[in-house]
Nanobody, 114 residues
């Protein structure tokens, strides 16, 4: 069992930046890593992916502004968010998966004011 704990959310003005962290209680080296977000009244949305190969994918809405990364030595994944806009306001969740396991963090609130 791997527990994930997110941090780094908060309130920021439009155009600002935040870096989210997701610390795992165990090794996530062989897991694919994902960041999702869910805005009020909307479905959970996949924002960024980093496969165990280190290749990445991004939702069109965040491409060029968000960067997913991971430090396997620290069992931690990150989401660097730049040029934040009010529409980025949501609860952000980290997620790691392999063929056998699927673990979620508890979520961290990101609020972007205009």
């Amino acid at each position: 069992q791997v527990q994930l704990v997110e941090s780094g959310g908060g309130l920021v003005q439009a155009g600002g930046s935040l870096r989210l962290s997701c610390a795992a209680s165990g090794s996530i080296f062989r897991f694919n890593a994902y960041w999702y977000r869910q805005a009020p009244g909307k479905q959970r949305e996949l924002v960024a992916t980093m496969f165990s190969s280190a290749s990445t994918n991004y939702a069109d809405s965040v491409k060029g502004r968000f960067t997913i990364s991971r430090d396997n030595a620290k069992n931690t994944m990150y989401l660097q968010m730049n040029s934040l806009q009010p529409e980025d306001t949501a609860v952000y969740y980290c997620n790691v998966q392999n063929v056998l396991h699927n673990y979620w963090g508890q979520g961290t609130q990101v609020t972007v004011s205009s």
